[in-house]
C-alpha cells in the first residue's frame, strides 16, 4: 500500500503560481509511476502530469509550457510547479501512483493509477 497526501493547493489570481507537493511512500527500489490529475466539478478526471522513476515525463497539452512535475527522491516528495496560472486551471488536483514500468512514457489515464491521495483545491480568479 502508498500513502499519498497532497498539500499546496489554494487560490490565486490568473497569471499567478503555485506549487503543489505530494508526500508519498512509495518504495524507490522498485519501478513506478506517479501523476497528478485533476477534477472539476461535474467534470471528469483528467491526467495533468506524470512522472515514473527513470524520470520520464508526461505533460497533458493544456499545461505543456505551463506545469512541471518532479520528484524528491532524497524526501520522496512529488512537486508539481504551476504557472501562468488560468481560471481553467481550477479543480482539485490529486496525486496519483503505481508500481509498473511502461514501455513508453508514464500514462496520463486515471485507471492505470491504484493508489490516490485525498486532493487539495486550487481555484484561480
Known amino acids: 500500500h502508498v500513502q499519498l497526501v497532497e498539500s499546496g493547493g489554494g487560490s490565486v489570481q490568473a497569471g499567478g503560481s503555485l506549487r503543489h507537493s505530494c508526500t508519498s511512500s512509495v518504495d524507490r527500489h522498485l519501478s513506478y509511476c506517479m501523476a497528478w490529475f485533476r477534477q472539476a466539478p461535474g467534470q471528469v478526471r483528467e491526467g495533468v502530469a506524470s512522472i515514473d522513476s527513470e524520470r520520464r515525463t508526461s505533460y497533458a497539452d493544456s499545461v505543456k509550457g505551463r506545469f512541471t512535475t518532479s520528484k524528491d527522491n532524497a524526501k520522496n516528495i512529488l512537486y508539481l510547479q504551476m504557472n501562468s496560472l488560468k481560471p481553467e486551471d481550477t479543480a482539485m488536483y490529486y496525486c496519483?501512483?503505481?508500481?509498473?514500468?511502461?514501455?513508453?512514457?508514464?500514462?496520463?489515464?486515471?485507471?492505470?493509477?491504484?493508489?490516490w491521495g485525498r486532493g487539495t483545491q486550487v481555484t484561480v480568479s
Open positions: 496519483a501512483a503505481v508500481y509498473r514500468r511502461y514501455t513508453r512514457y508514464p500514462p496520463l489515464i486515471k485507471d492505470e493509477y491504484i493508489f
